[in-house]
């Protein structure tokens, strides 16, 4: 798929549905309801920094399976028509129309869609937003496990999350964009993963966050926040938070559905693109990304690229103007 530009089908057959599927997403499989009766399915995609998304609608209604063995990205859904079941993981969620359903783990989803339904979607890498989240002192160590599965399009921001996607998916339709509009899909891209993380309703977990959160990992992502810009080794990570190394990666993956050395790497990657935008202006960027832990210039280079996008350079290019 050629970046952000939106691509249609129309397919009245589940093979050819299933061979696009798996073409711009992953393998799947894809029927009607009732094998004796009719199947149709429309969709609109696009991607843009690693964020695919797409408008679906049917008038047959049909049932999808699918997975992401590697647990490295997450769903947003919103239900504009109809109803739509999904079962994934220990989950079962049935939605309908104004509402919307956050897929945490996608390594084995089915929907079920009525006839006549339609959503918008979005398949996001882990990636795209967990910088925002080791950002926020409200989020940090707890990755996604507080956020919402299921509510309604009219929560606080959850609507404006719908509209900018819808915007972002539109716009995609243009077959060009004017020279000096080239970077604003990427600028809206992650003006969308901050509201997201900001935005998404989350459960209350004051009165029982122990027992959200590990806390020989709270203390490892305390020190980490405080200490991103020093060395450390996973066996020292392990020993400041009082676990052992396996315990520790686990709960990694487990809460944060991360590694310990891919939680540093985005962190400090995060701290980095938050001075390019922020910060004096006057450093070079050699210099910033050497005072967060960056020796090699070239790996930097192609970490924060594959992380945001554009290059450090770039970034740097589109931070806000004082007036």
């Known amino acids: 798929m050629s970046h952000y530009k939106l691509h249609s089908f129309s397919s009245e057959d589940e093979l050819e549905t299933q061979t696009i599927s798996e073409a711009v997403f992953r393998p799947s499989e894809i029927d009607r309801l009732d094998k004796s009766g009719p199947f149709d399915i429309k969709a609109d995609i696009a991607s843009i920094q690693s964020t695919t998304l797409w408008k679906s609608s049917s008038r047959s209604g049909y049932r999808a399976r699918y997975g992401c063995p590697k647990h490295n990205q997450l769903e947003l859904h919103f239900i504009e028509k109809g109803k739509f079941e999904f079962q994934v993981a220990d989950e079962e969620i049935e939605a309908f129309a104004q509402s919307a359903v956050l897929l945490r783990d996608t390594r084995k989803v089915a929907i079920l869609a009525s006839p006549g339904s339609s959503k918008l979607s979005m398949v996001i890498p882990f990636d795209q937003v967990a910088p925002h989240i080791n950002r926020s002192r409200d989020n940090a160590g707890r990755g996604l496990t507080t956020f919402l599965s299921h509510i309604q399009v009219d929560a606080s921001g959850v609507g404006i999350i719908h509209q900018i996607a819808t915007h972002l998916l539109q716009a995609a339709d243009a077959e060009t964009l004017p020279a000096d509009a080239a970077r604003t899909p990427a600028l809206i891209h992650d003006a969308l993963m901050m509201m997201f993380v900001g935005l998404w309703p989350k459960a209350d977990i004051q009165a029982g966050s122990q027992a959200v959160l590990p806390r020989h990992l709270e203390r490892a992502i305390d020190w980490l926040e405080h200490n991103a810009d020093e060395d450390v080794s996973i066996e020292r990570l392990a020993r400041l938070s009082g676990a052992s190394i396996r315990s520790l990666q686990n709960s990694f993956r487990h809460y944060l559905s991360t590694t310990p050395n891919t939680y540093i790497l985005q962190l400090r990657l995060a701290r980095v693109h938050d001075e390019l935008l922020h910060g004096a ?34 970034t740097r290019k589109g931070r806000p103007q004082l007036k």
């Open 281 to 314: 202006g006057d450093e070079s960027i050699e210099k910033i990304a050497s005072r967060w832990g960056f020796g090699h210039m070239g790996y930097f280079a192609a970490r924060y690229r594959e992380l945001y996008g554009r290059t450090p350079s770039d």
